[in-house]
């Protein structure tokens, strides 16, 4: 920067607020670059140890390399194995890719979370547009989070 210049800060963006045990298990929905407040909410959880909330991380991306702190996500699975679970499931898999192949649907989401619907959960979704109108709904219709069982205040996006 050169003298005169303008620099530009934006502060904090408001958001779902998290308290430690206020549910059993946080399932994180992310897409794209959308894993950033789910990564943070995940690291804030299992930073905790007053906090034994379990998570689940369901993370969509175009591709394999298109995936962000997957060593760190892979490392969080092993220290916390009865905690934390994460599934990456990319739409343009690379050619030897182990990861799951496809979008976030509603048959991923019956695969992938074993108390779905259940009042003890909360579900936070972040991501691309079409993700979230898909997950969410919109004004006139139910998203899948609903339709699989989930109340309205069970659902929040960042």
């Given at each position: 920067m050169?003298?005169?210049?303008h620099?530009?800060?934006?502060g ?5 607020q998290?308290t ?8 994180l929905?992310?897409?794209?670059a959308?894993?950033?407040p789910?990564?943070q909410?995940?690291?804030g ?8 909330t ?6 969509g991306?175009n591709s394999?390399?298109d995936i962000?702190?997957?060593s ?5 699975q092993h220290?916390f194995?009865d ?5 990456f ?5 690379e050619e ?5 192949r ?11 979370l074993?108390?779905l619907?259940?009042k003890?959960?909360?579900v936070?979704?972040?991501g ?5 109108t898909?997950l969410?709904?919109s004004?006139s219709?139910?998203?899948l989070l ?6 309205k205040?069970q659902?929040?996006?960042?």
């Amino acid at each position: 920067m050169q003298p005169g210049q303008h620099l530009f800060f934006v502060g904090a963006i408001k958001g779902p607020q998290w308290t430690a045990n206020r549910v059993r298990h946080v399932v994180l929905i992310a897409g794209g670059a959308g894993i950033t407040p789910c990564y943070q909410l995940a690291q804030g959880i299992l930073g905790n140890a007053k906090d034994q909330t379990a998570v689940t991380l369901i993370y969509g991306a175009n591709s394999d390399r298109d995936i962000l702190w997957k060593s760190q996500m892979e490392e969080w699975q092993h220290a916390f194995p009865d905690r934390f679970k994460v599934l990456f499931t990319v739409s343009e898999p690379e050619e030897n890719s182990t990861l799951t192949r496809g979008r976030v649907t509603a048959s991923l989401l019956r695969d992938a979370l074993p108390d779905l619907g259940s009042k003890e959960s909360e579900v936070y979704v972040c991501g691309p547009p079409a993700m979230e109108t898909a997950l969410l709904g919109s004004r006139s219709t139910k998203g899948l989070l609903e339709e699989l069982g989930y109340g309205k205040e069970q659902i929040h996006k960042f």
